[in-house]
Structures are given as structure tokens and as C-alpha cells.
């Protein structure tokens, strides 16, 4: 049985399709996540912003249940991620009822992982083989499509190492487009990069916007988020501080906190 409680915690989770209420999490005595509200509509890009150690990252892996809350719940396209309701409480899933969704939650990590003993195209085509049992023939021809789609046919055949950084990233966002998710979390993912490269990542995900694909991104990149996003939440503490869309946040953004970020990484 989870720790975790929510007074209002439902048996189903309604539209938007993604739903965070009350987010609490704590590594030791230092509470990372201060109560977190957020909502996702569907076929959106909400950027979350904020300072070194705000909670954004945490708040991305809660998202998927790769960091388990010690309050509130996450639901994602009506279903509450990696917990159960009984009397009251939410209850842990099983593994293997977590790994199902998180097959439907793309998620793209700052540093690729991708795997160094497999090819470019072996990376894209296990996933669907392995979490969601499909046909390999029928995924290979799926994955030599996104392979098409980020620009990177030509390297179907070559292994991670003989990639630059902003390739491997394109192979990983391919690898999460694989799996057909509803939605596809993105964790900085330029900060690994040079900055030649940065430009080739974000023009993947400005497709994946221009196309309607549901996606949350944490960035530093404010020229960016100005572009993509829908919804600009800033983070800082543990805690939203303002949200809303690009213009107004970070044209106008209505706390002093906000603006002091903005200041300093404009």
C-alpha cells in the first residue's frame, strides 16, 4: 500500500490529458515538489520552465511514474499512472501494469540512452517488439519511416557511436515516436548537446508540434519556447509560480520571480 493520499482522488481522471493535482515529492528532509496543479490539453506543448533545482525534472518523472509522489496523483488520457484507488487510498500498481503505460508516455532523457550495441534502426524497433509485443517486420518498415522523419534514413545501419549528439537525440525521439504514445515527455533535451547541434533537435520538435503531437518540455531554450509552446509554466521552489501562453509570460510575466529568471537567461 502507497503512503501516498489525496482527499479527492477519483476513480477515473477526465479530460485534459494530462492532469497532475496536489504533486508532493521529498528526497530526505528537502521537498522537491511543493503541491503541483498542472493540466495538459490535448494535441499541445507546454514548456516548463524555471531555475536549477525547481523541481522540473521531478515533476517530468512523476509525470510517468518514474518518480513515485508522496502526495497527489497523475492521470494521463483518463487514468490515474501508476496507482489504483481502494478505499480511499491510492495503491501501487505492478510492474507490469507501469511498464504498460508508460508505453504510452514517450519520454526523451537529456543523455539519448540510447543502446551502444544496437543499430540506429535496432534501437528504434525494440521497444514496440519488446512492451507491446508487435510484429518486428511490421515495426521495422514503421521505424525506417521516423527514422525518414528525423532526418536521419541514411543511419539506419550505424550504431550510436559513430553519431553526433544531435543524431543520437533525433534517434531517441524516433525510438518514442515508435510507440505510438499519447503523449511524449521531453527533459532538456538540448542540455547535452553543442550548440551547433541544438538547431537539428529543435526542428524535430517543432514538426512534432506543427503536426499536434501532445508533448510537456523542460528547456532552457526561451527563443524556443516562444515558438512551440501553447503554455509557458514556470516552476521555482517546487511550486508554479505563473503560467500561461508564451506572450504573456515571457513578455509580461506577472511575478517578480519570473521576471528575475527571465532576466538572467534571456
Known sequence: MSAVTHAEVPAEVAAPVVQVRGARKSFGHHEVLHGVDLDVERGTVTVVLGPSGSGKSTLLRAINHLEKLDAGYVGVDGELVGVRVAHGRLHELSERAI???????????????LFPHLTVLENVVEAPVAALRRDRGEVRAEALALLDRVGLADKADAYP????????????IARALALRPQLILFDEPTSALDPELVGEVLAVIKDLAAAGTTMIIVTHEIGFAREVADTVVFLDGGRVVEQGPPDEVLTRPRHARTAAFLSRVR
Open 99 to 113: 511498464l504498460r503505460q508508460r508505453a504510452r508516455i514517450g519520454f526523451v532523457f537529456q543523455g539519448f540512452n
Open 161 to 172: 557511436r559513430q553519431l553526433s549528439g544531435g543524431q543520437q537525440q533525433r534517434v531517441a
